[in-house]
């Protein structure tokens, strides 16, 4: 029993983290029933932390206008003792604690993140602490966006130097069953399977890309099959052959 109660309070601060990392947690961790009372947790421990912190703002205010008050009797006996000025300290505590103070900051975010955490479990679409979700995901598209980058440049170096598009028959290619093969050194955007390639004598119907190794450059082959039936042209690009007569 003991070990169920600290698995169960593993899981209650495991799902603070963003939720596609909760299926990366151990078997044992009951990280999908624990999810709701952590965020109830969460949202008890800002209210907690935020009654202190308001009541210690709350008395600092009072104190100081209470002093605003003396001074000025003091100055003026007619004045007598101004309630409203200490009373409008009171009502005036609550926003420049929860806006003005860090203490304040933390116990709106707390209570913020406690109460949708609660509400989307609540509503059977869990999610993790808002703040880390959301550096989570920048971080991930940042992950991303490197990779990206980094196999395009490994891909460029493979391809090396750009180089004209060649046009050579099906049979030289080694594809036969189409009528032109185009090899490009760089992939065309667009140019895929069923797409029709519009030239200025004829049109074709692009079969399935291929990519090769040729000379140890990386070069993309595009077959290519003279669209002589009736069947319906979804999407097309222009295309000006390199050279008139594909080499055999």
Not at 207 to 220: D, H, M, Q, Y
Not at 226 to 241: A, F, G, I, P
Request: glycine share 10%; with cysteine.
């Amino acid at each position: 029993m003991p070990l169920r109660w600290l698995a169960f309070a593993v899981a209650m601060v495991a799902a603070v983290l963003p939720h596609r990392l909760w299926r990366r947690m151990p078997g044992w961790v009951p990280i999908e029933p624990a999810a709701f009372a952590s965020g109830i947790l969460t949202l008890a421990l800002g209210v907690a932390i935020g009654l202190s912190g308001f009541l210690a703002h709350a008395a600092a205010n009072v104190s100081i206008a209470n002093q605003g008050v003396l001074d000025a009797a003091m100055r003026d006996p007619t004045i007598g003792y101004e309630r409203g000025m200490v009373a409008g300290a009171v009502s005036l505590s609550v926003f420049s604690f929860l806006l003005l103070t860090p203490t304040g900051w933390l116990t709106l975010y707390l209570i913020a993140s406690g109460g949708v955490r609660a509400g989307a479990v609540w509503f059977g679409d869990p999610v993790g602490d808002p703040l880390l979700t959301g550096l989570d995901e920048i971080a991930w598209r940042g992950r991303g966006r490197s990779r990206t980058g980094y196999e395009q440049l490994r891909r460029l170096a493979r391809e090396g130097a750009e180089m004209p598009d060649r046009v050579v028959s099906g049979a030289r290619a080694g594809m036969p069953g189409c009528d032109l093969v185009i090899v490009a050194s760089r992939r065309k955007p667009g140019w895929e399977r069923g797409v029709a390639v519009y030239t200025a004598s004829a049109c074709y119907r692009l079969g399935e890309p291929v990519e090769r190794t040729i000379a140890g450059k990386l070069r993309t082959f595009y077959p290519l099959t003279e669209h002589s039936d009736l069947e319906v042209v979804r999407k097309s690009v222009q295309y000006d052959m390199p050279d008139a007569h594909p080499r055999d």
